[in-house]
């Protein structure tokens, strides 16, 4: 064997699995095939619960030093508040909302798995994983393989592990794509709170980021591939604050993307195992998911670490059914605040009325703040 376990895929998910299991002592490699800085930071959102497992690992300190606590996320109609979000009242050592880029989240966790001994093997392409009674065979883009005794996949949308296990992939698309940009803004935005405004024409989160940046995520029917000043400016004017508008002074990056919302049928199949996006995908309504890839990737390693320190290899059955009603969750949330976002014009006024009234009731914003940050998964711990 090359490694007790194998991950494909070194994103937040991967590194974190990594870190767990180096952390427990067990013989790991992880293999990427991007090099190094060429991931695009789609995700900015770390909650509470991934900051409370992340604790034991020595990374809750790190990304909290470096990002923005948020107390607040408020769903809004252009200037009207139809549910706002406190998280202060959470009984956690993290009541809020971080905001940090995806880049800066992987750069902690990869300091501390360097710390730990582990590196990241890249560029490196899995084109084939077999497995047998023994162990996991992968096999390199270059021909090189490596064997290891499980193999976790961490590898995204499009993953070559849950393609290699003949896994299903069940869900479906979402008919618009997705815009991402970080952008300098000037106006009436504020920086201590998470907005999601709802518009007829599509949602759009505004959020802030170190350096007085703000994340902007929108749903649109057609995008360019980068989209410029104008594009985002034209979001926030038509589906934005009104009574005083935010300008976009400065464009640090842009992208789009196409969203699914798909769940993996099962996260094991024998000696090959699941986590993260190679798992389950959906709306970023909520900022759900690498906050899920996460907390998916500190169960298996625990679990993995105990079942190569010698208990039954049963308890990996138990990951899997324990952690996929999770994402259903998630997944289901995510597509009830995406759908309330994008409700025809017809329906506004009806909506915006029952929202509001549901905000005013404490209950109800106090679900939503455990759901929202995770909290509502700690006794799947």
């Known amino acids: 064997m090359n490694a007790e376990a194998l991950i494909i895929g070194a994103g937040p998910a991967g590194l974190t699995a990594a870190i767990v299991l180096a952390q427990r002592g067990r013989q790991v490699m992880i293999v990427d095939a991007q090099a ?6 789609r995700a900015a959102v770390v909650h509470a619960r991934t900051l409370e497992v992340l604790e034991p690992y020595g990374v809750a300190d ?13 769903i809004r109609d252009r200037d009207q508040v139809l549910v706002p979000v406190p998280f202060g009242g959470l009984p956690t050592a993290y009541p809020y909302t971080l905001m940090i880029s995806q880049a800066d989240t992987e750069a902690h966790l990869l300091a501390r798995l360097q710390e730990l001994g582990g590196k990241v093997i890249r560029p490196a392409r899995v084109t084939r994983v077999e497995q047998d009674a023994d162990g996991v065979t992968a096999t390199l883009e270059d021909g090189q393989q490596i064997r290891a005794a499980y193999l976790i996949g961490a590898d995204g949308l499009n993953s070559t592990v849950r393609q290699s296990a003949g896994i299903g992939f069940t869900g479906g698309t979402y008919a ?8 300098r803004l000037s106006g009436g935005v504020p920086q201590n709170e998470v907005i999601l405004y709802f518009s007829p024409a599509g949602l759009v989160v505004v959020a802030p980021l170190r350096g007085g940046l703000h994340r902007i995520v929108a749903t649109v029917d057609q ?12 979001l926030l004017d038509t589906r934005g604050p009104e009574a005083e508008p935010a300008r976009v002074q400065e464009l640090i990056w842009s992208s789009r993307f196409r969203v699914h ?21 959906h709306s970023p309504a909520g900022g759900q998911g690498m906050n899920l890839g996460i907390d998916d990737a500190v169960h298996l390693g625990e679990t993995l670490a105990r079942v190569l320190d010698g208990e039954p290899d049963s308890l990996l059955d138990s990951y ?12 289901a949330l995510a597509g009830r605040l995406t759908k309330l976002a994008t409700a025809a014009a017809g329906h506004r006024v009806l909506r915006n009325l029952l929202l509001a009234l549901a905000g005013r009731i404490p209950a109800v914003r106090t679900r939503l703040a455990w759901r929202l940050s995770g909290l509502n998964r700690r006794h799947a711990a």
């Open 261 to 281: 919302h798909r769940i993996a049928d099962t996260y094991r199949r024998g000696r090959l195992l699941l986590a993260g996006d190679a798992a389950h995908v």
């Open 36 to 41: 190094e800085g060429a991931n695009t930071s």
């Open 320 to 331: 899997a059914a324990t952690r996929r009603p999770q994402a259903e969750q998630v997944v």
């Open 62 to 74: 790190r990304l909290t030093a470096h990002g923005i606590p948020t107390p607040v996320f408020t």
């Open 176 to 183: 618009e794509s997705f815009v991402l940009a970080d952008v």
């Open 223 to 234: 995008a360019p591939k980068e989209p410029g000043i104008p594009f985002v400016q034209h």
